[in-house]
């Protein structure tokens, strides 16, 4: 929708303005807790199931050899071959040991995100969306599921990112995205986002 796509830009926009100041501080506290890359980026699949290179703050201890999952011959080859490599796929978990100190607060503020809004801006992702996966998550889902959130552009936040986050099962995860595809609208949109900030701050408190 051409609508939403104008308030992705300015909402995009404003985002990056008002984070600005955080990016330097950020930085050098992931260079002093975790010497490293400061970024995280990976390849991940949006709309029709294009690649983008997705970028967050790292939160992770530095592992330059460990499998991204992001190859994008995943994609193409046969499910239960993918499924094979899929088991040895670490997925990050709430209490995982990889994540560093300050990793953690990263995460639980979600500030490990905002580097993500440039991709808003650029049109790789939307404000609003199913989360993007790295190729190889492919394996995870129904198929059907897989092509219909592959409908839309992937987003920062979502319908399942406001009810239950972490805490939701794959089904419920599924359910709410497949909701915004089949139900996408400016007031949806809008919605998503008004209470994305109020989940946000339950979830640290």
């Excluded at 404003?14 to 975790?34: E, K, Q, T, V």
């Amino acid at each position: 929708m051409f609508l939403i796509r104008i308030f992705d830009i300015i909402l995009s926009l404003i985002a990056i303005i008002i984070f600005s100041p955080f990016y330097l501080i950020i930085s050098i506290i992931i260079f002093f807790d975790n010497s490293g890359p400061i970024f995280f980026s990976q390849k991940r699949v949006t709309i029709n199931q294009k690649l983008f290179n997705f970028i967050k703050f790292r939160s992770m201890k530095n592992f330059p050899n460990s499998n991204t999952g992001d190859n994008e011959n995943y994609l193409t080859l046969d499910l239960e071959e993918l499924k094979k490599i899929r088991e040895n796929y670490i997925t990050t978990k709430s209490s995982d040991s990889r994540v560093t100190n300050f990793g953690r607060v990263l995460r639980k503020t979600s500030l490990d995100e905002i580097p993500q809004f440039f991709s808003v801006l650029k049109g790789d992702m939307s404000m609003v969306g199913p989360r993007p996966d790295p190729p190889i998550q492919k394996a995870d889902y129904d198929q059907l599921i897989w092509i219909k959130r592959c409908k839309v552009k992937s987003g920062i936040t979502g319908l399942a990112q406001i009810t239950g986050r972490s805490l939701s099962t794959m089904d419920q995860r599924n359910s709410n995205d497949i909701y915004w595809v089949e139900n996408k609208s400016l007031f949806l949109y809008l919605k998503i986002l008004i209470k994305t900030p109020f989940v946000l701050l339950k979830d640290i408190n």
